[in-house]
């Protein structure tokens, strides 16, 4: 991977939303077309995730990416690149709280009192947040 695709990937807790937002490519579930969205990544434990604030139905990206993983995660601030990736949508209450308890601790702190986003709780997001773990295709 390049040093500079690997350096807008190396997120932390102290990134800006700017920082995460990037686009991603699906393919369809019915109708086999390209499906292209904004979205946010997090990075926890050395490895990249897709995630989102709880919804009470799932997202059409991640039944998207459950039906077929493999997808384009493009990077867009700082560097525009398109990455070769594959999807793991993680569906395990255990492993959902290890990893979105993070998450909700980051957005907490990112969106204060005066944010237009109420705060994040750990069990809402467990409960009805999208999640799935991002692995790159060997990329040059």
Same mark, same amino acid.
């Given at each position: 991977m390049k040093p500079d695709v690997r350096q807008a990937l190396a997120i932390n807790a102290s990134s800006t %939303?700017?920082?995460r937002t990037i686009d991603i490519t %699906?393919?369809?579930?019915?109708s086999g077309e390209p499906r292209r969205i904004e979205i946010v990544f997090y990075r926890f434990d050395d490895e990249i995730y897709l995630s989102g604030i709880p919804g009470p139905k799932t997202r059409d990206w991640?039944?998207?990416l459950?039906?077929?993983?493999?997808f384009t995660f493009h990077l867009k601030h700082g560097i525009v690149a398109d990455l070769p990736a594959t999807a793991t949508v993680i569906v395990d209450p255990v492993e959902r709280r290890r990893v979105l308890a993070d998450f909700v601790e980051q957005f907490n702190q990112r969106n204060g009192p005066d944010s237009p986003w109420p705060k994040a709780v750990v069990d809402e997001w467990v409960e009805r947040s999208p999640l799935a773990k991002v692995t790159f295709a060997d990329i040059a």
């Open positions: %939303t700017e920082d %699906t393919t369809g579930r019915r991640l039944a998207n459950a039906a077929q993983p493999s």
